[in-house]
């Protein structure tokens, strides 16, 4: 399959990540079955596709915080390497990683680093309500760096747990009036997605500088929030176009918003204009 159009793949992963005991799984499995573990594998994967440009983050997945950490320098590799790609650096406000963090932070002014990106899949809350005064005052580093080099925070939302979408109101509210957030997967989940909808499309009424991406959405996902960008006449500049490979499916990331009944303009912002606002902006 090539995509039809100019595609700013805004959300996917790059680096290696060894088989892990899932669960209680009793052996060790590898279920993306594909990874990208260095440049060249990744630009070959976009040749594949004809994904002209690309934002890579580090592949993670396996419960060990130290891991998605020890890919920061792939990264840079990427961004230093090819004109196709941009990059995201891997960041957290937990307190257990704050030497860990600060190490990533030096690389935040890098030429074609674009995001820092977090996850709360190993633990914490990202609601400020709930963070001790190291992770407030980490958060806080983690924020001025995002606006010091102009860079959009990148943060995963899945439903239930502490990613649940409900646990990142007053984050948004905090924050983001100050930095650009990405919400990836649309909140994640049916009732991710009707939390999240509602809720972003007032965001953006509201001056919040908050972007999502229709990756792992199910079924309804991005009817439901297409639905609502047509009725609130809001939100066409904030949705972005991510393939999560390895952790999903390019083709049918892809078909669920070309297959969309929505007009070419309205296609051709999601799968490349704002992305090239929102990242492509780092690297001319």
């Given at each position: 399959?090539?995509?039809?159009?100019?595609?700013?793949?805004?959300?996917?992963?790059?680096?290696?990540?060894?088989?892990?005991?899932?669960?209680?799984?009793?052996?060790?499995v590898n279920p993306?079955v594909?990874?990208?573990?260095?440049?060249?594998?990744?630009?070959?994967?976009?040749?594949?596709?004809g994904?002209?440009?690309?934002?890579v983050c580090?592949?993670?997945?396996?419960?060990?915080h130290?891991?998605?950490?020890s890919?920061n320098?792939?990264?840079?590799?990427?961004?230093?390497?090819s004109?196709?790609?941009?990059?995201?650096?891997?960041?957290?406000?937990?307190?257990r990683?704050?030497?860990l963090?600060?190490?990533?932070?030096?690389?935040?002014?890098?030429?074609?680093?674009a995001c820092?990106?977090?996850?709360?899949?190993?633990?914490g809350?990202?609601?400020?309500?709930?963070?001790?005064?190291?992770?407030?005052e980490?958060?806080?580093?983690i924020v001025s760096?995002?606006?010091?080099?102009?860079?959009t925070?990148?943060?995963?939302?899945?439903s239930?747990?502490?990613?649940?979408?409900s646990n990142?109101?007053?984050?948004?509210e905090?924050?983001?009036?100050?930095?650009?957030i990405?919400?990836?997967?649309?909140?994640?989940?049916v009732?991710?997605?009707i939390?999240m909808?509602?809720?972003f499309?007032n965001?953006?009424?509201?001056?919040?500088q908050?972007y999502?991406?229709?990756?792992w959405?199910i079924?309804?996902g991005?009817r439901f929030?297409?639905?609502e960008?047509?009725?609130?006449?809001?939100?066409?500049?904030?949705i972005?176009?991510?393939?999560?490979?390895?952790?999903?499916?390019?083709?049918?990331?892809?078909?669920?918003w070309?297959?969309?009944?929505?007009?070419?303009e309205?296609?051709?912002?999601?799968?490349?204009?704002?992305?090239e606002?929102?990242y492509?902006?780092?690297?001319?």
């Amino acid at each position: 399959m090539k995509v039809l159009r100019n595609v700013f793949d805004a959300h996917s992963h790059i680096g290696p990540m060894a088989p892990w005991k899932y669960y209680d799984l009793q052996e060790e499995v590898n279920p993306t079955v594909i990874e990208y573990p260095d440049v060249d594998s990744y630009l070959a994967h976009m040749d594949k596709y004809g994904i002209k440009k690309a934002l890579v983050c580090p592949n993670y997945g396996i419960p060990k915080h130290e891991q998605p950490f020890s890919l920061n320098p792939l990264v840079i590799e990427a961004v230093r390497k090819s004109d196709r790609l941009l990059g995201g650096i891997w960041v957290s406000n937990l307190p257990r990683n704050k030497e860990l963090t600060l190490e990533a932070l030096k690389y935040a002014g890098e030429p074609g680093i674009a995001c820092l990106k977090m996850t709360y899949l190993l633990g914490g809350n990202p609601d400020p309500e709930k963070y001790d005064a190291e992770q407030e005052e980490l958060t806080e580093l983690i924020v001025s760096t995002c606006e010091k080099y102009d860079l959009t925070l990148q943060t995963h939302s899945s439903s239930g747990g502490s990613s649940d979408i409900s646990n990142y109101y007053k984050f948004i509210e905090k924050y983001g009036k100050r930095i650009r957030i990405h919400i990836i997967h649309l909140g994640g989940g049916v009732s991710g997605h009707i939390k999240m909808v509602p809720k972003f499309i007032n965001w953006v009424k509201e001056g919040y500088q908050v972007y999502t991406d229709g990756c792992w959405a199910i079924g309804f996902g991005v009817r439901f929030l297409l639905d609502e960008i047509a009725k609130a006449g809001v939100g066409e500049d904030r949705i972005l176009w991510g393939s999560d490979e390895p952790w999903s499916d390019l083709p049918s990331e892809y078909w669920k918003w070309e297959g969309a009944d929505i007009s070419e303009e309205f296609k051709n912002k999601i799968f490349w204009e704002n992305a090239e606002r929102v990242y492509g902006f780092k690297k001319k």
